[in-house]
């Protein structure tokens, strides 16, 4: 759906989530720079990340993320 709407919208942001993270495509999604956050998660770790989304400074590239992708690692200290 993303990619459908970045035509229209260069500069929209996009957090991708998913509770399968050993999935090949969350990986490829990782590997692009996309920004994905994990599941589970907390109600306040996902208002953070998305907060840091919406303040982040629009990508250079359309389809380039802004944000750093989180790690399962780092969303379990949320």
Do not use: C, W
């Not at 989304?53 to 990508?59: E, H, I, K």
């Not at 750093?68 to 780092?74: D, I, L, R, S």
Request: aromatic share 6%.
């Amino acid at each position: 759906m993303a990619d459908e709407l970045r035509p229209a919208r260069p500069d929209m942001r996009v957090l991708y989530i998913s509770g399968y993270h050993n999935d090949a495509r969350v990986r490829r999604l990782e590997q692009a720079g996309k920004a994905f956050f994990p599941k589970p998660f907390t109600a306040a770790a996902i208002a953070d990340k998305v907060s840091e989304l919406l303040a982040a400074t629009p990508p250079n590239k359309p389809g380039q993320s802004a944000v750093t992708p989180v790690t399962a690692e780092a969303a379990e200290g949320h």
